[in-house]
């Protein structure tokens, strides 16, 4: 997703933060953000997961956010192959022509 997705829609984080802008560009660090019921489930819920390394796609990624239990888009069915539900998000990274 792109670093403003959730400010447009309002949402706050319950732990962390959202995606910065810089965290988009090629080469930068790799972070994500947690759904509320992963880091509930995988992560008991843990205060200190904002800072954190998990590995995602076999690689490590920073635990920057936690999203709030009820996030604004959900139950929103955006395209036929999505989820109802995403357990985390990372910056979306396009090459700088596209």
């Known amino acids: 997703m ?36 992963l880091w509930r489930r995988s992560f008991s819920a843990d205060p200190n997961i904002i800072g954190r390394k998990i590995l995602f796609d076999g690689k490590p990624h920073q635990v920057v ?11 929103i069915q955006l395209q036929a192959n ?9 910056p979306l990274r396009l090459p700088p022509d596209e």
């Not at 999505?82 to 990372?90: Q, V, Y």
């Open 2 to 37: 792109t670093a403003e997705f959730l400010d447009v829609l309002g949402a706050k984080p319950q732990l962390g933060r959202w995606f910065l802008r810089t965290e988009e560009e090629s080469g930068a660090p790799d972070v994500v953000v947690l759904s509320n019921s």
């Open 65 to 75: 956010g936690v999203t709030p239990s009820h996030m604004p888009f959900y139950g």
């Open 82 to 90: 999505l989820p109802e539900r995403a357990e985390l998000f990372i």
